[in-house]
């Protein structure tokens, strides 16, 4: 399993932006698909977006499209999410993940700790 450790997470008012990374340690990214999930308090956590092993797809949730943008940087083993046009609804803790190609929590085997995005109205 990789190791995978988020940053970029903060407080941002709605209309900002905010640029998540994640970083590998461990076997090469670079063979996994890479996804990030979202959990707001007192719900489950849910597919935001996902970027292929190869960069050439990716995937987004319907309330994130056209405004976060997922890319990968295989030489530095690293994952990001670019969020602009931020909501207040956008608030949740973040988590990287690693494996599969897909939507479902099950289909990554490998995920961090979090970072926590909050949204100011």
């Known amino acids: 399993q990789e190791h995978l450790v988020e940053s970029g997470g903060g407080l941002v008012q709605a209309g900002g932006s905010l640029r998540l990374s994640c970083a590998a340690s461990?076997?090469?990214?670079?063979?996994?698909?890479v996804a990030w999930f979202r959990q707001a308090p007192g719900k489950e956590r849910t597919f935001v977006s996902a970027i292929t092993w190869s960069g050439t797809m990716t995937n987004y949730a319907d309330s994130v499209k056209g405004r976060f943008t997922i890319s990968r940087d295989s030489a530095k083993n690293m994952a990001f999410l670019q969020m602009t046009s931020l909501k207040p609804e956008d608030t949740a803790v973040y988590y990287c993940?690693?494996?599969?190609?897909?939507?479902?929590?099950?289909?990554?085997?490998?995920w961090g700790q979090g970072t926590q995005v909050t949204v100011s109205a």
């Open positions: 993940a690693a494996g599969g190609w897909g939507t479902l929590i099950k289909e990554y085997s490998s």
């Open positions: 461990g076997r090469a990214l670079a063979t996994y698909a």
